[in-house]
Protein backbone atom coordinates (compact mmCIF):
# COMPACT_ATOMS: atom_id res chain seq x y z
CA UNK A 1 0.00 0.00 0.00
CA UNK A 2 1.72 3.49 -0.77
CA UNK A 3 1.69 6.55 0.80
CA UNK A 4 -1.96 8.03 1.94
CA UNK A 5 -2.21 12.12 2.42
CA UNK A 6 -2.92 12.71 6.43
CA UNK A 7 -4.79 15.15 6.13
CA UNK A 8 -7.47 15.01 2.89
CA UNK A 9 -6.46 10.73 2.53
CA UNK A 10 -5.73 11.08 -1.01
CA UNK A 11 -2.73 9.39 -2.83
CA UNK A 12 0.29 11.73 -2.47
CA UNK A 13 3.29 12.05 -5.23
CA UNK A 14 6.92 11.56 -4.18
CA UNK A 15 8.77 15.06 -4.53
CA UNK A 16 12.20 14.41 -3.12
CA UNK A 17 14.33 13.03 0.03
CA UNK A 18 16.20 14.52 2.47
CA UNK A 19 18.86 13.78 5.04
CA UNK A 20 17.28 13.76 8.45
CA UNK A 21 19.54 13.86 11.64
CA UNK A 22 22.29 13.30 9.32
CA UNK A 23 21.95 10.26 8.55
CA UNK A 24 18.14 9.01 7.60
CA UNK A 25 17.11 9.52 4.13
CA UNK A 26 13.93 10.11 4.30
CA UNK A 27 11.23 10.79 1.27
CA UNK A 28 9.12 13.64 0.93
CA UNK A 29 5.58 13.67 -0.66
CA UNK A 30 3.12 16.38 -1.82
CA UNK A 31 -0.71 16.04 -2.18
CA UNK A 32 -2.70 17.80 -5.04
CA UNK A 33 -5.42 17.72 -3.47
CA UNK A 34 -5.11 19.55 -0.62
CA UNK A 35 -1.26 20.87 -1.16
CA UNK A 36 0.01 19.51 2.28
CA UNK A 37 3.21 18.06 2.16
CA UNK A 38 4.34 14.98 4.40
CA UNK A 39 7.15 12.99 5.19
CA UNK A 40 7.33 9.40 5.24
CA UNK A 41 6.28 7.25 8.13
CA UNK A 42 8.62 9.85 10.80
CA UNK A 43 10.39 6.05 11.97
CA UNK A 44 12.91 8.43 13.53
CA UNK A 45 11.02 10.70 15.67
CA UNK A 46 12.34 9.42 19.81
CA UNK A 47 15.39 10.09 18.43
CA UNK A 48 14.49 13.20 17.17
CA UNK A 49 12.58 14.63 19.89
CA UNK A 50 15.33 13.11 23.00
CA UNK A 51 15.10 16.92 23.79
CA UNK A 52 11.63 18.25 23.50
CA UNK A 53 12.73 21.60 22.64
CA UNK A 54 15.31 21.35 19.97
CA UNK A 55 19.17 22.56 20.16
CA UNK A 56 18.89 24.79 17.24
CA UNK A 57 15.50 26.47 18.83
CA UNK A 58 17.05 30.32 18.80
CA UNK A 59 13.96 31.74 18.09
CA UNK A 60 11.74 30.24 21.07
CA UNK A 61 11.78 33.36 23.29
CA UNK A 62 11.98 36.24 20.38
CA UNK A 63 9.01 33.45 18.81
CA UNK A 64 6.82 33.72 21.77
CA UNK A 65 7.37 37.66 22.76
CA UNK A 66 5.90 38.52 19.11
CA UNK A 67 3.33 36.13 19.29
CA UNK A 68 1.73 37.51 22.60
CA UNK A 69 1.84 40.70 21.34
CA UNK A 70 -0.23 40.17 18.24
CA UNK A 71 -2.49 37.19 20.58
CA UNK A 72 -3.20 40.06 23.18
CA UNK A 73 -4.64 42.58 20.46
CA UNK A 74 -6.30 39.54 18.85
CA UNK A 75 -8.53 38.82 22.40
CA UNK A 76 -8.10 42.15 23.53
CA UNK A 77 -10.67 43.51 20.66
CA UNK A 78 -11.99 39.95 19.51
CA UNK A 79 -12.53 37.04 21.99
CA UNK A 80 -12.86 39.00 25.22
CA UNK A 81 -10.96 40.10 28.29
CA UNK A 82 -13.02 37.72 30.94
CA UNK A 83 -12.22 34.75 29.08
CA UNK A 84 -10.32 31.57 29.70
CA UNK A 85 -7.83 30.52 27.24
CA UNK A 86 -5.14 27.98 26.73
CA UNK A 87 -2.22 27.99 24.98
CA UNK A 88 -1.94 23.92 23.65
CA UNK A 89 1.67 22.05 23.79
CA UNK A 90 3.04 25.14 25.57
CA UNK A 91 6.26 24.04 26.38
CA UNK A 92 8.21 25.78 29.28
CA UNK A 93 5.48 28.33 30.03
CA UNK A 94 6.80 31.29 28.51
CA UNK A 95 3.96 32.11 26.42
CA UNK A 96 1.49 31.35 29.14
CA UNK A 97 2.86 33.39 31.27
CA UNK A 98 3.30 36.13 28.92
CA UNK A 99 -0.51 36.68 28.48
CA UNK A 100 -0.96 36.53 32.26
CA UNK A 101 1.17 39.08 32.72
CA UNK A 102 -0.87 41.27 30.02
CA UNK A 103 -4.13 40.14 32.13
CA UNK A 104 -4.82 37.26 30.22
CA UNK A 105 -6.60 34.25 32.22
CA UNK A 106 -4.31 32.09 30.53
CA UNK A 107 -3.61 28.26 30.93
CA UNK A 108 -0.44 26.18 29.95
CA UNK A 109 -0.84 22.21 28.58
CA UNK A 110 1.93 20.23 27.39
CA UNK A 111 2.44 16.51 28.40
CA UNK A 112 6.03 16.19 26.98
CA UNK A 113 7.77 19.37 28.04
CA UNK A 114 7.94 20.78 32.05
CA UNK A 115 5.87 23.81 32.33
CA UNK A 116 8.92 25.67 34.32
CA UNK A 117 7.34 29.50 33.98
CA UNK A 118 3.90 29.27 34.68
CA UNK A 119 3.26 26.83 37.02
CA UNK A 120 0.11 26.36 38.64
CA UNK A 121 -1.57 27.27 35.61
CA UNK A 122 -1.96 24.46 33.71
CA UNK A 123 -5.11 22.89 31.60
CA UNK A 124 -7.60 21.06 33.61
CA UNK A 125 -9.87 18.97 31.12
CA UNK A 126 -12.85 20.33 31.22
CA UNK A 127 -12.44 23.81 31.54
CA UNK A 128 -14.42 26.11 29.38
CA UNK A 129 -11.93 27.71 26.94
CA UNK A 130 -12.63 30.48 24.77
CA UNK A 131 -9.90 30.11 22.26
CA UNK A 132 -6.99 28.01 21.80
CA UNK A 133 -3.17 29.06 21.10
CA UNK A 134 -0.64 26.77 19.39
CA UNK A 135 2.76 28.07 17.93
CA UNK A 136 4.82 26.07 16.49
CA UNK A 137 3.00 22.94 16.80
CA UNK A 138 1.71 21.83 13.44
CA UNK A 139 4.21 20.90 11.64
CA UNK A 140 5.59 18.05 14.44
CA UNK A 141 1.92 16.39 14.50
CA UNK A 142 2.17 13.19 13.42
CA UNK A 143 -1.55 12.87 13.34
CA UNK A 144 -2.63 15.91 12.28
CA UNK A 145 -6.27 15.34 11.74
CA UNK A 146 -6.35 13.51 14.92
CA UNK A 147 -4.55 17.11 16.70
CA UNK A 148 -6.76 19.48 15.40
CA UNK A 149 -9.54 17.42 16.33
CA UNK A 150 -8.24 17.56 19.79
CA UNK A 151 -7.81 21.07 19.74
CA UNK A 152 -11.23 21.53 18.22
CA UNK A 153 -13.27 19.40 21.12
CA UNK A 154 -11.71 22.16 23.52
CA UNK A 155 -12.19 25.41 21.48
CA UNK A 156 -13.76 26.05 18.02
CA UNK A 157 -11.05 29.02 17.93
CA UNK A 158 -7.37 28.07 17.33
CA UNK A 159 -4.84 30.41 16.74
CA UNK A 160 -1.27 29.31 15.90
CA UNK A 161 1.58 29.69 13.96
CA UNK A 162 3.46 27.70 10.99
CA UNK A 163 5.18 28.75 8.44
CA UNK A 164 3.44 27.72 4.85
CA UNK A 165 5.26 25.75 2.82
CA UNK A 166 5.91 27.60 -0.90
CA UNK A 167 4.24 26.08 -4.34
CA UNK A 168 5.80 24.24 -5.47
CA UNK A 169 7.74 22.91 -2.60
CA UNK A 170 11.94 23.68 -2.45
CA UNK A 171 14.32 20.84 -2.61
CA UNK A 172 15.45 19.93 1.07
CA UNK A 173 18.28 22.35 1.20
CA UNK A 174 16.81 25.59 -0.05
CA UNK A 175 14.07 25.76 2.94
CA UNK A 176 15.49 25.99 6.42
CA UNK A 177 12.04 25.04 8.28
CA UNK A 178 12.20 21.43 6.98
CA UNK A 179 14.23 21.13 10.07
CA UNK A 180 16.34 18.76 8.69
CA UNK A 181 19.01 18.93 11.55
CA UNK A 182 16.70 17.88 14.57
CA UNK A 183 14.18 15.79 12.51
CA UNK A 184 11.14 16.88 14.23
CA UNK A 185 9.42 19.03 11.37
CA UNK A 186 7.28 15.99 9.55
CA UNK A 187 4.19 17.76 8.41
CA UNK A 188 4.03 21.50 6.12
CA UNK A 189 0.66 23.11 4.99
CA UNK A 190 -0.21 25.50 1.85
CA UNK A 191 -2.56 28.00 2.25
CA UNK A 192 -4.71 25.44 0.64
CA UNK A 193 -4.47 22.97 2.89
CA UNK A 194 -5.92 25.28 5.50
CA UNK A 195 -8.68 26.16 3.46
CA UNK A 196 -9.44 22.22 3.04
CA UNK A 197 -9.24 21.70 7.17
CA UNK A 198 -10.76 24.94 7.46
CA UNK A 199 -14.12 24.09 5.13
CA UNK A 200 -13.84 19.98 6.51
CA UNK A 201 -14.65 21.65 9.83
CA UNK A 202 -17.35 24.30 8.65
CA UNK A 203 -14.34 27.03 10.05
CA UNK A 204 -13.22 30.27 8.51
CA UNK A 205 -9.55 30.55 8.20
CA UNK A 206 -7.06 33.86 7.93
CA UNK A 207 -3.67 33.62 7.79
CA UNK A 208 -1.23 36.60 7.79
CA UNK A 209 2.81 36.20 8.00
CA UNK A 210 2.82 33.00 9.67
CA UNK A 211 -0.23 33.53 12.19
CA UNK A 212 -3.66 31.65 11.47
CA UNK A 213 -6.80 31.24 13.06
CA UNK A 214 -9.23 29.26 12.43
CA UNK A 215 -12.18 30.47 14.18
CA UNK A 216 -16.45 30.06 13.76
CA UNK A 217 -16.54 33.40 13.80
CA UNK A 218 -16.40 35.58 10.67
CA UNK A 219 -13.86 38.45 10.81
CA UNK A 220 -13.02 40.95 8.27
CA UNK A 221 -9.43 39.86 6.41
CA UNK A 222 -8.22 43.50 6.71
CA UNK A 223 -9.16 43.45 10.08
CA UNK A 224 -7.46 40.48 11.05
CA UNK A 225 -4.25 41.63 8.95
CA UNK A 226 -4.81 45.27 11.05
CA UNK A 227 -4.73 43.39 14.49
CA UNK A 228 -2.26 40.63 13.90
CA UNK A 229 -0.03 43.08 12.19
CA UNK A 230 -0.38 46.06 14.38
CA UNK A 231 0.09 43.46 17.40
CA UNK A 232 3.75 43.55 16.18
CA UNK A 233 4.31 47.24 15.90
CA UNK A 234 3.00 48.77 18.61
CA UNK A 235 -1.17 47.85 18.72
CA UNK A 236 -0.41 45.60 22.12
CA UNK A 237 1.05 48.42 24.05
CA UNK A 238 -3.02 49.81 24.40
CA UNK A 239 -3.77 46.11 26.38
CA UNK A 240 -2.27 47.22 29.34
CA UNK A 241 -4.21 50.55 29.46
CA UNK A 242 -7.37 48.58 29.54
CA UNK A 243 -6.27 45.29 31.85
CA UNK A 244 -4.33 44.25 34.72
CA UNK A 245 -1.45 42.29 34.77
CA UNK A 246 -2.06 38.89 37.07
CA UNK A 247 1.43 39.03 37.93
CA UNK A 248 0.78 40.08 41.79
CA UNK A 249 -2.62 37.95 41.85
CA UNK A 250 -0.85 34.85 40.46
CA UNK A 251 1.78 35.30 43.52
CA UNK A 252 -0.30 35.93 45.77
CA UNK A 253 -2.09 32.43 44.67
CA UNK A 254 0.72 30.37 44.18
CA UNK A 255 2.22 31.32 47.60
CA UNK A 256 -1.26 30.93 49.15
CA UNK A 257 -0.90 27.05 47.59
CA UNK A 258 -4.10 28.02 45.56
CA UNK A 259 -4.62 25.93 42.32
CA UNK A 260 -5.91 28.39 39.88
Same mark, same amino acid.
Given at each position: ???V?KI?G??? =??????T?????T +????S?????FV? #???P?W? @? @?A? *??? $??? =?D?G?V *???I?ASR??? +????F??G?R??Y? &??A?GYGLF????R???? &????HD??TD????R?? @??RA?D @???L?? #???S?? /??? /?????????L?IS? %???F?T /?? $?PD??P?P?????Y?? &???? %? $?A??T?????YI?D????H?Y??R?? %?L??? *?K?????Y?L?I????YG?H??????M??? +?M?????L??? *??A
Open positions: MGECCSEP =SYIFSGILGKY +VRYYCACCGQ #TERYL @E @EY *QRS $INL =STL *QRNLSAA +VLLFVYTKKL &DYGTRLMNYGF &DFYSPYNLLAGF @EYG @EIEVT #TFEFE /HFE /HPIAEIEKIAK %HIFS /HL $IPAADQWWYGL &DHGQ %H $IFYRKTLRAKYGLVSLGY %HLTT *QINKWWRLGGGRLQLVPLFRSR +VKDMQTKAG *QH
